[in-house]
Nanobody
Framework: QVQLVESGGGLVQPGGSLRLSCVVSGRTLDNVAVAWFRQAPGKEREGVSC???????YHADSVKGRFTISRDNARNTMNLQMNSLKPEDTAVYYC???????????????????WGQGTQVTVSS
């Protein structure tokens, strides 16, 4: 059974940093795209960052220059480094596996078949 488990969320002050991790079990990360999404209360799920099997990357305009996605296939792990955090970054963050490629443009939930249960990120003073 494929399982994704996020960690690293928490409470941080504006301007601070967090590093989210997602450990995958039940399959390797070979030949799949990995991604991070987020969802705030009352908001639609938003694609934040993703990286394809060929290491092409996408970052939403709202996080570009502040967030960096990475993958470690040997450890079956993906990460999201979040810097210069803003209150509007507050959300539940989800990791996912799927089939996104650069030709798709921005990442969408329908590109991804496997999801974690989420980790809460709260940016507040």
């Amino acid at each position: 059974q494929v399982q994704l488990v996020e960690s690293g969320g928490g409470l941080v002050q504006p301007g601070g940093s967090l590093r989210l991790s997602c450990v995958v079990s039940g399959r390797t990360l070979d030949n799949v795209a990995v991604a991070w999404f987020r969802q705030a209360p009352g908001k639609e799920r938003e694609g934040v960052s993703c990286i394809s099997r060929a290491d092409s990357t996408y970052h939403a305009d709202s996080v570009k220059g502040r967030f960096t996605i990475s993958r470690d296939n040997a450890r079956n792990t993906m990460n999201l480094q979040m810097n210069s955090l803003k209150p509007e970054d507050t959300a539940v963050y989800y990791c996912a596996l799927g089939s996104w490629t650069r030709s798709h443009g921005r990442s969408r939930p329908d590109h991804f078949a496997f999801w974690g249960q989420g980790t809460q990120v709260t940016v507040s003073s």
